[in-house]
C-alpha cells in the first residue's frame, strides 16, 4: 500500500483529518491506502492505519451525474442491511461534504474475501465448489428478497408502483441515446416487453446489478462473505434481480467476458437449476421469468451499445472494446429467444 497523499480521488491528509474529527481515537497510526477498484464504477480504496482495515467508495473522477453515484444511497442499504441474513460489508461513516474529496464518500470494514471478476479469478475452484457457490448466491438473493422494506427503514427506498414500465422506458431512452448504427431486432424486441409487462409481486429491496462478480467468497470455507456494489439498489419488482442473474449465467462467448467475466466459471448450476432454487427459496412465482430475462439481454444490449457507441467516437479507452460491439446482436436475439419462449 502507498502512505502518498497523491493517489487520486483520494488525498490521505484531508481523509486523515476528517476521520479523527468524526471518530477521534479509531486511527492506531499513519495511514496508507491503494486503488483496488476503479474505471466506469465506483472508485474503491483499502485504507489501513496498520491495526484496521477498511475499504472507502467514493464517485469516478470528474463524474457528471450524481445520481448514478450515489454514495449515500449505497451506503444507506449496506447499513439498514447489516443485521438481516444478507451478509454486507459494516460501515463507519458517510461524508457528504464534497470539499473534504471533492465528492461524497463513505468508509466500511474491509470483510475477508475475493471478489472473483474474471474465470482467472476463480481458477482455484473445484467444480463442486462453484456448483455450491452458484447456489448459495441465489440463496442470498432470495434472502434479501425475503427482507421487509419497512423493517429495515426502507420503505421510502424507491417506487415500486409501475416499476416495470419505467424500466422498459428508461433502457430505451438509454438506446436512443447512444444509436450509431442499424440493430436488427432491438426495437421488435423493446415493443414486444412494452406490450407484455407482467403485473409485478410483492416489492422488494433489489440489489440492481447482482452477480458472482459482484460479491466477496471466502476460500476456507468457500462461501459469500459480502455482497459489494449497490449503487443500482432500490425498490422494485425482485424477478429483475433473479432475470438479469439469469443471463449472467448464459456463456456468451469471448466478448461476454467484458460483462460477464467470472459467470462463465466451469461448475456452475444451470439456469433451470438457480432459478427453481430461487423459486423454492423464495416462495415466488417465477412462472413468466422469461420476460425478465428478456428485459435483462435488452438491458445489457443497451449499455453494450453505448459502450460501442463512445469506443467508435474515440471517448473509451482500454482493451477489448473493439469486440464489444459484437456482443449487442447477440444479446438482442438471446432477448427475442427468450420472450418467444414464454408465449
Known amino acids: 500500500m502507498s502512505g502518498s497523499d497523491a493517489l487520486p480521488g483520494l488525498d490521505l491528509g484531508r481523509f486523515r483529518d476528517y476521520l479523527d474529527e468524526q471518530r477521534p481515537g479509531l ?11 476503479g474505471g466506469r464504477s465506483n472508485l474503491t480504496y483499502a485504507v489501513t492505519d496498520g491495526v484496521h482495515e477498511w475499504v472507502l467508495r467514493r464517485p469516478p473522477l ?10 449515500g444511497r449505497e451506503h444507506r442499504v449496506i447499513t439498514a442491511l447489516r443485521d438481516t441474513a444478507v451478509p454486507v460489508p459494516t460501515t463507519v461513516l458517510l461524508c457528504a461534504d464534497t ?6 464518500f463513505y468508509l466500511m470494514e474491509r470483510t475477508p474475501g475475493q471478489v472473483l471478476r474474471t474465470r482467472s479469478d476463480a481458477a482455484w475452484l473445484r467444480r463442486e465448489q462453484a456448483r455450491a457457490l452458484s447456489l448459495e448466491l441465489v440463496e442470498v438473493l432470495a ?14 427506498f424507491g417506487r415500486p408502483e409501475g416499476f416495470l414500465t419505467r424500466q422498459v422506458n428508461r433502457w430505451k431512452k438509454q438506446l436512443d441515446a447512444s444509436r450509431s448504427r442499424e440493430l436488427a431486432g432491438i426495437d421488435e424486441l423493446h415493443a414486444q416487453l412494452g406490450a ?7 416489492p422488494a429491496i433489489l440489489h440492481g446489478d447482482y452477480r458472482l462478480g459482484n460479491v466477496l467468497v471466502g476460500q476456507d470455507p468457500v462461501r459469500i462473505t459480502g455482497v459489494l456494489d449497490w449503487e443500482m439498489s432500490t425498490l422494485g419488482d425482485p424477478l429483475t434481480d433473479l432475470g438479469l442473474l439469469a443471463v449472467y449465467n448464459h456463456d456468451l462467448g469471448a466478448a461476454g467476458e467484458e460483462i460477464s467475466g467470472s459467470n462463465s466459471v466451469p461448475g456452475l448450476a ?7 432454487h430461487y423459486a423454492q427459496r423464495s416462495g415466488r412465482d417465477v412462472g413468466r421469468l422469461n420476460w425478465y430475462v428478456a428485459l435483462s439481454f435488452f438491458k445489457l444490449a443497451v449499455i453494450v451499445e453505448g459502450i460501442h457507441f463512445r ?11 473493439d469486440k464489444i460491439g459484437k456482443l449487442t446482436p447477440l444479446l438482442v436475439s438471446s432477448g427475442l429467444t427468450a420472450l418467444a419462449e414464454e408465449s
Do not use: C, K
Open 270 to 276: 444451470a439456469t433451470e437449476e438457480l432459478i427453481a
Open 196 to 202: 407484455r409487462i407482467p403485473d409485478s409481486g410483492p
Open 311 to 321: 469506443f467508435v467516437a474515440g471517448q473509451t479507452v482500454g482493451a477489448g472494446f
Open 62 to 71: 470528474g463524474h457528471v451525474l450524481a445520481t448514478a453515484h450515489d454514495m
Open 99 to 104: 470539499e473534504v474529496l471533492g465528492a461524497p
Open 143 to 156: 434472502d434479501l428478497h425475503a427482507v421487509a422494506p419497512d423493517s429495515v427503514g426502507l420503505g421510502d
Open 27 to 37: 486511527r492506531a497510526g499513519e495511514l496508507r491506502a491503494e486503488l483496488i477498484a
